[in-house]
């Protein structure tokens, strides 16, 4: 008894060391992520525009949203802009990293080689030297077109044609799977070879043996891939904001949601308003998450908890 | 820190002017201090702590400003050397500099700006200008305008004119710059084309271009579409006696708009404009995509001080004139302006920075036109007597030959008009992309208008 109080008492002072140990992250949290959000929150109820001083900030309720939902044509392009990037480019790299990673998952001389560079777009992340470099690539001039032209095709303007700037954009997203290939090729490595033995064994083809047993096996690596590339997908913004000039253009077809932010917050200086618009956005995402997270256990195949 | 000071710091602060003796025996102790500081460094930050908190008693107190503008590493290297002037003649002011490139700069400007904090002074531009202006984040300078602490006398009335924003000095240009539209003289020549001419009318305008056009045979075109461009309209509205902005709000018609982007539907049909998508890489105005540096178009609409910058980037020779139309359109415009925060801790300092900077003949020798030709008309003929890059002395040729064509000046743009040209470019591209009809652009262009200047 008097052990177990002695254990209980010392547990507890663990765990208040556990938080004075944990308190920088602690009050990193607070100061630069929980305080700004539920400014950000308090902000998307009122007019404030960054410039004028705090007396002139007023509350206007529910104005901010009801604006957005019923008098901004471009939010609603905007919406439709970065639901058709999402559900194109997102998809897409996805499976371009899972075939690229099945390709180098077999033990080949200078396959290390081959991951390395298939990683290395990633390494260059969604920088601005990144984007410019692909407006000399896309442009009318561009070494695209330059490629196009040794095969006797006159190529398009890539990225000022509104039918084609946003597929650019998602050429450029997808060429960078590095990073979910990376993480495939690890979760590869994970499936026992015994269950391929046994297909095999059996007399199963390679097809049946990739829906049967990689696919279920890699199910949870899929199901995190997919979760952190639709978060990061649609909160993307350098490239298409470099890309266009800031713009959005050609005529809205690469104005993706995070640039109507941008442009409500620091060209309208509608802070208010901008502030609605994210939070209207977290609320989406949320939402999507929530989708995942509960269709999940449907086609997430969790073999740990059978053990 | 130390408490006896903020007391009586204060008080002088308060009856600023009005304690000659007080603020003399200051100067002197805060001579004394200033001078064992070499040897006490204590001493020094005593005197530090004392300046900033009395700055108006004293002139000779210590006082830091903030200085911030955009630009590129050759503007950053003048202005840092007319601030070292300033500051070897007023030893007590310590100026801190920042500059960046200006893509980024207004976001980065409104940022520490937010709750009042913007630099003490900062440079804008008339699109930017208003929206600050309007918020109360500037100083009024009237009062300084008014005593000469910044003399404007020398000043064409126009320029200072273009600063003021319902009846106050908002702020002071820092030179004078016209929209000008930049030709490819040396592909005219090849062509055997004439080159455009101050005066001319868009339609005969046009009608060169498709000329050139036609006899380049090929992807290069006469002109670019300026249909998106606010500066090409206003100043086409003006030409024909007509406004932009009446105040906060839009002065020109509905049927004016149709009118501006049917003439640049009819242009492109006449070959006289290059296709929608070509026109959107120069859209932005930057340097490095126009249309004359990629060699795409034989005319680009820009400003008269961009040209010395457009010629570094083409080895073709370049030349300027007005842009289309009445140049009693044009009007002496500011191509920046110094602004100063209203929260500044030394508003005197500040506008004798101001002051300094637009009208010493020093300082400007060394800023040259980088901001556009000098405020001050002395030292306008000074700087140009010293000019020696070509281009530079073309610019200044230019606004000799456009100034006595001027019409007065207007207000700057109001609140909501940096949303306002964008709205006009998308729009206008809708047109272009032959997506929209004039009429129909024209209408949403109002609507948008309507909540944008709300």
Known sequence: MRGRRKNYASRRSEGLAGYVFLSPWLIGLMTITAFPMLLSLYLSFTNYDV????????????????????????????????????????????????????????????VGLFRGMFYLPSLLGGSVALALVWVAMFNGEGAFNAGLSLFGIEGNNWINDPDWALATLMVLTIWQFGAPMVIFLAGLKQVPTELYEAAQVDGASKRRQFFHITLPMLSPVIFFNLLLETINGFQGFTSAFVISNGTGGPLGSTKLYTLHIYDKAFTDFQMGYASALAWIFLAAIGLITIVFFSTGKFWVHYSDGEN | MHPATPASADEPAQHHGSL???????????????????????????????????????????????????????????????????????????????????????????????????????????????????????????????????????????????GQLGGKQVAIATGENTPAIIYDKTKLGELGIEVPQVGWTYEQTITW??????????????????????????????????????????????????????????????????????????????????????????????????????????????????????????????????????????????????????????????????????????????????????????????????????????????KGHSGLRNSLRDIAETVSYGKATPEAAAKQFFSEAASALA
Not at chain 2, 127 to 145: C, F, H, I, Q
């Open chain 2, 20 to 162: 000659p003796a007080d603020g003399l025996n200051r100067r002197h102790l805060l001579r004394l201090l200033a001078g064992t500081a070499i040897a006490v460094p204590a001493a020094g930050l005593l005197a530090a702590c004392g300046g900033e908190e009395e700055p108006k008693t004293d002139p000779n107190a210590p006082v830091t400003v903030s200085f911030f503008w955009w630009g590129g590493e050759a503007r950053a290297k003048l202005t840092e050397e007319a601030l070292k002037l300033y500051t070897s003649k007023h030893p007590n002011v310590t100026i801190t500099p920042t500059w960046q490139a200006f893509t980024g700069y207004y976001d980065k400007l409104a940022t520490i700006s937010a709750g009042g904090n913007a630099p003490d002074i900062f440079q804008i531009d008339d699109n930017g200008l208003a929206e600050y202006a309007g918020r109360n984040v500037t100083l009024d300078l009237s009062k300084y305008t008014g005593n000469k602490k910044i003399d404007v006398s020398k000043h064409p009335e126009s320029l200072t004119k273009y």
């Open chain 1, 51 to 110: 410039l004028s001083s705090w007396e002139f900030v007023e509350w206007v309720g529910f104005d901010n949203y009801k604006k957005i939902f019923t008098a901004d044509p471009t939010f609603w392009q905007s919406v439709r802009v970065t639901l058709t990037f999402g559900l194109i480019a997102i998809p897409l790299k996805l499976a371009a990293s899972l075939g690229v990673a099945l390709l180098l998952n077999r033990e080949r001389r200078g």
């Open chain 2, 209 to 414: 271009a498709a000329g050139v056009t036609t006899k380049a045979g090929g992807k290069y075109w006469g002109l670019m579409d300026p249909s998106s461009d606010y500066k090409a309209l206003w100043l086409w509205l003006r030409a024909q006696g007509k406004e932009f902005y009446d105040g906060p709000k839009i002065a020109f018609s509905e049927a004016d708009l149709v009118a501006w982007f049917q003439l640049w539907v009819d242009a492109r049909a006449k070959g006289a404009t290059p296709p929608a998508d070509v026109c959107h890489e120069a859209v932005t105005g930057s340097v490095a995509t126009q249309l004359v540096v990629t060699k795409k178009a034989a005319v680009s609409f820009m400003w008269s001080n961009q040209l010395s910058e457009m010629q570094k980037a083409t080895k073709n020779d370049l030349g300027m004139t007005a842009y289309p139309g009445d140049p009693k359109g044009q009007w002496a415009r500011a191509s920046t302006y110094w602004a100063a925060s209203r929260t500044t801790k030394a508003p005197d300092v500040v506008a004798d920075i101001i002051n300094f900077l637009v009208n010493d003949v020093e300082a400007g020798k060394i800023l040259g036109v980088d901001r556009g030709l000098p405020n001050n008309l002395d030292v306008r003929k000074a700087v140009s007597d010293g000019l020696t890059d070509q281009k530079m002395k073309d610019t200044v040729a230019f606004e000799n030959e456009i100034t006595p064509k001027f019409g007065p000046a207007p207000a700057p743009p109001p």
